[in-house]
């Protein structure tokens, strides 16, 4: 399921090659931590399906409201998710849980489950490096937003002066 909807999300983003490498990306560490922490079954698909749509409301965001804000691609994203995920036949209960999660990714209050974890967290890792974040603001994402081992590792191994006071 998940390669397919690869291919979707490339076709619908394209030609933004920077939204699609960002969902690659997100989609890899997702797996990474995922594989560290032990989840698997419909949690991994819909964690991996989730990874690679999370942030599928974009561009109807800039288009309908001139905004990528958070709250805009929340509200964009989780319909054209849906459309997507029923073109691979994605069980119910997967594309509603990967719907949850496309339309609540930036908020980290909603965290309910280790696949919404392991998401934010592999779109932080990968944030982090695409929007150039100082070492003071990924140590205190890492305290305050970081959870799993695997995803405070990583973090570590990639930032290790973040993390040189600690
Ligand atoms: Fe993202």
């Not at 690659?24 to 419909?42: Q, S, T």
Request: negative net charge.
């Amino acid at each position: 399921m998940t390669d397919e909807l690869v291919s979707r999300m490339v076709a619908y983003n394209a030609p933004d090659v920077r939204r699609i490498n960002h969902a690659l990306k997100v989609l890899a560490y997702a797996r990474l931590i995922a594989l560290g922490e032990g989840i698997g079954g419909d949690e991994l698909a819909a964690l991996e399906a989730a990874a690679v749509l999370h942030d599928i409301g974009i561009h109807e965001a800039e288009r309908r409201h001139g905004s990528s804000a958070g709250h805009w691609q929340e509200r964009e994203g989780p319909p054209i998710a849906r459309a997507i995920l029923a073109e691979v036949v994605a069980p119910t209960s997967i594309a509603d849980r990967v719907c949850f999660l496309v339309g609540h990714h930036h908020s980290y209050a909603a965290i309910d489950g280790d696949d919404f974890r392991a998401l934010v967290e592999a779109d932080f890792v990968v944030n982090a490096d695409e929007d150039q974040m100082g070492l003071t603001a990924i140590a205190a994402t890492s305290r305050t937003v970081f959870r799993t081992r695997t995803g405070r590792t990583l973090l570590q191994t990639l930032y290790p002066e973040a993390f040189i006071e600690e």
